[in-house]
């Protein structure tokens, strides 16, 4: 692994991880969800500080060079995250579904009420 691609790993993951805890300072990011993206921070600065480790996966799974190893893990954890994100986002259509039907039913017998005092209302 080049001296540059590893500068540039420790850098990313520098910057990911402020951007990670401003962002949830602000409130503008969940914890729960900042610590996946924590966690990929902190593999690419391990990557970047010993790449002695990744020369041996590489050697294990047959691959040739370190930066396609680090591509390959980094595109492998994108989707685990946005299959992740799509089964939140699926539970929560699903929520949104059930919240507006009960709105939806609450409204309906709300206004059946007012309809029905109105009629039994005598007039002046």
Sequence with gaps: MSALLRVEMIVIAF???FI?????NRKKLRIQYSFIWLLIAL???AAALFPGAVWWLCGIMGIETPSNLIYLMGILVMLLVAF???LLIS????TIKRLIQIVSIEKFMSEKKEAHYEKDEPEC
């Design 84 to 86: 992740f994100q799509t």
């Design 15 to 17: 910057l990911v991880m």
């Design 20 to 24: 990670i805890v401003h962002n949830v």
């Design 91 to 94: 539970k929560q259509a699903d």
């Design 43 to 45: 593999a690419m600065l």
